[in-house]
């Protein structure tokens, strides 16, 4: 769905967390950051992923990694999400969807059948220079630190 790929530039973003704190890529100069989208905060899916990164948070932590969640959620579902599953990263509220579509990862998506446009759940991985080292569009929800790190 993205046309991003490793080596290029990752797009500039700048979105408020679940607490209403602004985001934005100059904020992770000189740090390496994962950013991923997941489609709805709370859903079976986004769930796994976001508790398996959770899980791995101290792994992330010693290799100089920082995480982001995105999606099109409100700041008080991210909240929620984010307390209820006790996640150590924020969680951006892009209602407007700006960093979604900068990331290119709006679009239409099918699901039993009917059509209708969303989020892809993809990853963005993006080095100390702010370049995209990896993008994994095919996340595997339960091991998908595996596939990060």
Request: proline share 4%.
């Amino acid at each position: 769905m993205t046309t991003l790929k490793a080596g290029d530039k990752a797009p500039n973003f700048e979105a408020k967390d679940q607490d209403g704190n602004v985001h934005t890529l100059k904020d992770y100069e000189g740090k390496k950051l994962v950013v991923f989208f997941y489609p709805k905060a709370s859903t079976p899916g986004c769930t796994a992923e976001a508790c398996n990164l959770r899980d791995n948070w101290e792994t992330f932590q010693a290799k100089g990694y920082d995480i982001i969640g995105v999606s099109a959620d409100s700041a008080k579902r991210q909240q929620n999400f984010k307390n209820k599953y006790e996640l150590p990263f924020p969680l951006l509220a892009d209602e407007d969807k700006e960093v979604i579509e900068a990331f290119g990862v709006w679009g239409p998506k099918k699901f039993m059948g009917k059509e209708y446009d969303g989020i892809h759940r993809t990853t963005f991985v993006i080095n100390e220079e702010g370049v995209l080292e990896d993008v994994i569009s095919k996340v595997k929800t339960k091991a998908h630190a595996e596939q990060i790190l």
